[in-house]
């Protein structure tokens, strides 16, 4: 068997399904039960200094 032809039938075969399975494990990692805190304190990160600038000491000095 040619190499083309056999790296096209396995991209067209068990590298799909690979992928889809990695994508669903992905889809089901973001959206577990439990990983809601996590994203609301990481979606809230440029709202943390809301009242003034963060002022950083040390590229001051």
């Given at each position: 068997m040619?190499?083309?032809s056999f790296l096209r039938?396995?991209?067209?075969?068990?590298m799909l399904l690979f992928l889809?399975?990695?994508f669903a494990g992905i889809v089901f990692?973001?959206?577990r039960p439990g990983?809601?805190?996590?994203?609301?304190?990481?979606?809230?990160?440029?709202f943390q200094h809301e009242d003034k600038?963060?002022?950083d000491e040390e590229a001051q000095k």
């Open positions: 040619e190499t083309y039938e396995f991209a067209d075969s068990w889809f399975l990695f990692w973001v959206f990983s809601k805190a996590t994203y609301a304190e990481t979606a809230n990160i440029p600038p963060y002022i």
